[in-house]
Structures are given as C-alpha cells and as structure tokens.
C-alpha cells in the first residue's frame, strides 16, 4: 500500500474505470454476489489492502449498496457500515472518517432524491468525498467529481430510455459511462499525483 502519507494513490485509473462500470451493472442487476467480487477487487487496487481486509471492506460496503438499492427511506441507517468500511480501509489518522462515509452516502442519496437530473448534485458530492478522503484541495479533485457524476446522470437516463429496460446491456449508453469514468479517474489519479502530502 505504500507509506500511509501516500494512501491510495498508488492506483490504475483504467482497471479502476472498468471495475466500476462492471460494478454499476451488477448493482442494478441486483447481483449482490457479483458486485461483492468486483468490489473486492476494486478495493484492493485503490487502497492496496490485503486480500482478507478487502473482502471485510467489500462486505461492509456490499451490505450497505444492496440495503440502500432495497430502501427508500431512512438512509442514515446505511452510514454506520459505510463508516466501518472506511475505518477498516486504515486511511491515515488525520482523515475525517466520519466525514468520508457522510459524503459517500450523500452521493447515493443524491441520485436517488434527485433522480435524472443529479449529475452536477452527485458530482459536487463525489467531489466532497475525494478532497476528504485524499485531503487535497477541493478544486483539485473538482474535475474528477465532476464526470463521476455525470457519468451517474448519463446511465440513469440511458437506462431510463432504454426499450429493453433498466437491467439491458446497455449498449446505447454504456461506452459513454465506461469513458467518463476513465477520464473521471484520470482526472482524479492527476490531481492527487499533483498534490505534496495529503492523505
């Protein structure tokens, strides 16, 4: 994983891009088996954890995602596993890990209560959560928040408008959703490489 000075910077922004593409289709596949493999995954390569504290990671977060995807109120009882994911990820202590797992809740919140439209909504959220997560400067990391969440926007709506229904391939919508997300985690993997310090 690297010193803790460093945490999580040490990741491939392309493997990153594809492992979540895959994991928003499992999510709304409701696949909970498969978004928990490719979770597991993606943990390891962002944070660098072990294999065993990545699948305890990939479980709390899991549970939260199927929870929420089953839910629709009272999402403040999700935050309690997706702050012990985030513990169990050992950012380094000067992080506000309570505040990392707010600003991650707020982003599926966000996209929930808003619906098609919260793309700028969810990317400010994003945008929250990596400059607390990375401890860098907010406009930094605004890029990268940015097309996060409008990568959210563009599948909600392809998924919307898509005759074969919101659990399709998606073939019209999810190239555009795979290249955000690449230039999302590009723009993000920039900024922290840019920035002395931090978490």
Do not use: N
Not at 140 to 149: N, T
Request: charged share 30%.
């Amino acid at each position: 994983m690297g010193t803790a000075t460093h945490w999580g910077r040490d990741f491939d922004p392309d493997e990153l891009a594809r492992l979540e593409t895959r994991m928003w289709k499992a999510y709304y596949r409701r696949q909970p088996a498969r978004l928990f493999a490719l979770l597991v995954r993606a943990v390891r390569a962002q944070a660098g954890l072990s294999w065993p504290r990545s699948v305890w990671v990939s479980l709390l977060l899991t549970r939260a995602a199927a929870g929420f995807a089953r839910s629709t109120a009272d999402y403040e009882r999700f935050a309690p596993d997706i702050g012990r994911a985030y513990r169990a990820m050992r950012l380094p202590a000067h992080v506000d890990v309570e505040a990392v797992a707010r600003h991650e809740l707020r982003w599926w919140v966000v996209r929930r209560e808003i619906g098609l439209a919260a793309g700028q909504a969810a990317g400010e959220s994003i945008t929250d959560l990596y400059a607390t997560l990375y401890d860098v400067p907010r406009e930094s990391v605004a890029e990268a928040g940015r097309l996060r969440g409008r990568a959210a926007e563009v599948r909600d709506r392809g998924a919307t408008d898509d005759p074969d229904g919101p659990r399709a391939a998606g073939s019209a919508y999810r190239p555009e959703v795979a290249r955000l997300l690449r230039d999302s985690y590009r723009s993000l993997k920039r900024a922290i490489d840019r920035t002395p310090g931090g978490a």
